[in-house]
């Protein structure tokens, strides 16, 4: 049974900044035991999946705790430490259940070369800073992909901090700024400060309380509001949909792309927006000869991203009103599966599939019923517009929610979960290229609750009895790059990043993960 989302109301909570911690000093007894009990926890995780992204996440605490090490036995702790990154880096599953996992595998080599530079003596190793200087530039970029802005200019102060430690001056500065710039663009005020007063130390001027205020008087407060402002008009909309799996230690990547026609006109009692289904591209990945997982799901989910763009009918206040003609539209979605499936893969079995998958390649109609149409699209219309009617949001600042969303990947997507919801106004963008009107980016992470999604995991499979120990072997993240106009509310960009690990059963884990980017340009 699908339950109804509901929409959104936020409560304002700050999350407190991240912040440089100072190696240790040195290994402690405690610090011995906590080592061993990390390799307890690492030595049980693996037999159960050496790509659950328990498992992996274990090991990089490890050599996140392992790279603090100075003082007798450095090297070989150190050591440690990078042998448990090289593990989590050859993993295949790293890029989908740790999305952030990347840019943690570079900054933790960042630190293990810093570490190893001093290991053996006083004097810092320049055979250890050049790399150390490298992990960190690509921790940087790495952090702003993965939409964490607060670590990308963490570790572009790291960067300059190192320059400094090699004695190159001007690169430091050069560096230093590049990391005030990014304290601006993100709202990092009291980054800036910090950072600006030891930039003017760096280039031997006068640093005082007034100099850095008088340096940082220019620091933007970027507190948008955000207005429901629709009016006629047309947008061309492209539509990505990519789908990343594991399939029998192998990466499979496939692509469907679409161009939508996007009409937004008033009524007479309220706003109608429509679509119309342009070209349409289908790429499937090379899957291995053989392998013991059906196609279908993939192509299911491919198909499954029109489910962003039914005609909706919206209040003229922004309110969600209902999908058009639901029926004819989950028909509709269910044909175009359904045919793209018979000429990938040819005849179906539901042997390929349990539970839910079964009903769906036995009636492709179930997939695409009303209530799951009319469910969908609210929920989308939420996150993409409706949350937003009202909000002032301040730069910089976490605020904290609950919601209930569609699960990623559990019951092909058809199960509602209470999830805990983050998110922060980031930066300014110009609406288009080369315009003068600002739009808001806004990012948003959300993964489920715990107990309700134990409670998903019952009712989709009432012979399933979780120990109340033990928390369900299914794991789910998704993160939300939203780019909007606030005076409008208008989408610019919207980009969905949803992945998943479903370790439940014998059967190999399914470790997935969907990325639906739709980007609209208005005329």
Known sequence: MVRHCLLFAAAAVVAGAAACAPLATGATPDQQVKAADF????????????????????????????????GPGCEQQLATAQSQLDTVAGRPAIDIVLP????????????????????????PLESELRPALEAAQHAVALYRNALDYQSAAIMQFNVAATYRELA???????ALEAAIAMDQEYGFRKDAEDNTKLLLQWKDQKVDDGDVAAATKDFPARTPEFKFGWSDSDADVALTVEDTSVIQGKIIQSRHA???????????????????????????GGWPVGANVPQWPVLYFLASALLSAPDIEVSREGDFKSVRFPEAFGTSLAAQMSAQ????????????????????????????????????????????????IGATLEQGVWYQMSAPLFLPGLGLGHFV?????????????????????????????????????KSALEEADPGLKLPDNQPPHV????????VIDPKTLLPQTFDIRQSWYDGLGKRDPIIESIRTVSTSIYH
Do not use: M
Not at 40 to 69: C, G, H, M, N, V
Not at 100 to 123: F, M, N, S, W
Not at 441 to 453: F, K, Q, Y
């Open 39 to 70: 390799e307890a926890a690492i030595s049980r995780l693996q037999k159960d999946d050496p790509q659950s992204p328990e498992t992996l996440t274990a090991r990089l605490e490890y050599a996140d705790f392992l790279s603090r090490a100075v």
């Open 100 to 123: 952030l996992g990347p840019a943690q595998i570079a900054a933790d080599e960042y630190k293990v070369h810093l570490a190893r530079a001093t290991c053996g003596g006083q004097t």
């Open 168 to 174: 190159d001056t001007k690169d430091a500065v050069s």
């Open 258 to 284: 679409v161009e939508l026609k996007r009409q937004i006109r008033e009524g007479s009692e309220g706003w109608v927006v429509t679509n119309e289904a342009g070209t349409s591209s289908y790429n499937l």
């Open 341 to 388: 499936i018979s000429s990938q893969t040819g005849t179906l079995s539901r042997a390929t599939y349990s539970g839910l998958g079964q009903r769906i390649i036995g009636d492709p109609d179930i997939a695409f019923a009303p209530d799951f149409i009319e469910s969908k699209a609210e929920q989308d219309y939420g996150l993409e517009t409706g949350t937003w």
């Open 417 to 453: 979960v209470q999830h805990n919801i983050n998110f922060a106004f980031t930066r300014e963008l110009p609406c288009t290229t080369g315009s003068d009107r600002f739009c808001a980016e806004i990012v948003i992470r959300a993964t489920p609750d715990t107990n309700d999604l």
């Open 475 to 482: 794991w789910s993240r998704t993160d939300i790059r939203l």
